[in-house]
């Protein structure tokens, strides 16, 4: 059984591509008012200990995906044309 985005809800997954520190350290998506968008977390650490900061990049016919892009991902995803 695949696995259905939710209204308001989204999943991350620890980033097994990061090559750099710009890159997230967790990828993902969300469906949000009825749009998919990918999300890319960064692990943050502050004086009252650690916290996720979250980007959101709508998903769009004919984006491509780049495999160092600091935009979300979803594991498994090679380069393709969305």
Known sequence: MAFTLKEG????????????????????????DGKEYWVSGWVKDGSKGKWLSLSFTPKQQGTIRRSNSSRGREPGDDDEVF
Request: no cysteine; glycine share 8%; proline share 4%.
């Open 9 to 32: 809800q989204g999943s991350l997954f620890h980033n097994e591509r990061k090559e750099s520190d710009k890159h997230p350290d967790r990828t993902g998506s969300a469906l949000i």
